[in-house]
């Protein structure tokens, strides 16, 4: 059975703390993807990666990196955490085209004070 | 950017009711896929129709797929209060390399 797990489920930070949020996935997959959803605006794609150490752009990148240094983990960061980062992220991985479909952790529901 | 949007945003049935939900979009497709959320939940793949198919069916699913109108439709036979979920279509517009743009999604709701 395909998995894609995410480090925490619920996470409360202060602002301008650094904040990692971790997904691993074990099915080989090429392909890692960060999304924030808010209601209202559905999947907004922040960053995704399409091998070990690359990464591109999503839609909204601002105020995130991210970091692959092994294939089946895939790490968002927020360098100084803002009240408008409060969101539930979710990861997801795919295959090599992408195009295809996409597995999904469990979502890290982020709650910045 | 959206490519798919969803019709209704939300929907309310009885149990045993059919359900019906929307996705249009703008760019030509390769592929269109809908999945499902339950709530506080992490997405799950339905059913994937490509571009040169017209219907499809799984289970109690029923999706179609109009490339001329760039819009499809989900169909949820014989619900049951377990569908009680959010519903996104995820489209991949043609030249993203990898990407997939999800909809804001229908939020069902199956009454018992």
């Known amino acids: 059975d395909v998995k894609v797990t995410q480090s925490s489920r619920y996470l409360v930070k202060r602002t301008g703390e650094k904040v990692f949020l971790e997904c691993v996935q074990d099915?080989?997959?090429?392909?890692m993807f960060w999304y924030r959803q808010d209601p209202g605006l559905g999947l907004r794609l922040i960053y995704f990666?399409?091998?070990?150490?690359?990464?591109e752009k999503g839609d909204i990148p601002e105020g995130y990196s991210v970091s692959r240094e092994k294939k089946e983990r895939f790490s968002l960061i927020l360098e100084s955490a803002s009240t408008n980062q409060t969101s539930m992220y979710l990861c997801?991985?795919?295959?090599?085209?992408?195009?295809?479909?996409?597995?999904f952790g469990p979502g890290t529901r982020l709650l910045v004070l | 950017s959206q490519q798919g949007e969803e019709d209704p945003q939300a929907l309310s049935i009885q149990e045993g009711e059919n359900a019906t939900m929307n996705c249009s979009y703008k760019?030509?497709?390769?592929?269109l896929q809908w999945y499902r959320q339950n709530s506080g939940r992490g997405l799950v793949h339905l059913i994937l129709i490509r571009s040169n198919e017209r219907e499809k069916h799984s289970g109690r699913l029923r999706v179609t797929l109009d490339t001329s109108k760039k819009s499809s439709s989900l169909l949820i036979t014989a619900s049951r209060a377990a569908d009680t979920a959010s519903y996104f279509c995820a489209t991949d517009a043609d030249g993203s390399a990898r990407q997939l743009t999800f909809g804001s999604g229908t939020q069902l709701t199956v009454l018992p």
């Open positions: 099915m080989d997959h090429e392909n």
């Open positions: 760019t030509s497709i390769n592929n």
């Open positions: 990666s399409y091998d070990v150490k690359m990464k």
């Open positions: 997801a991985s795919s295959r090599r085209t992408g195009k295809e479909t996409q597995y």
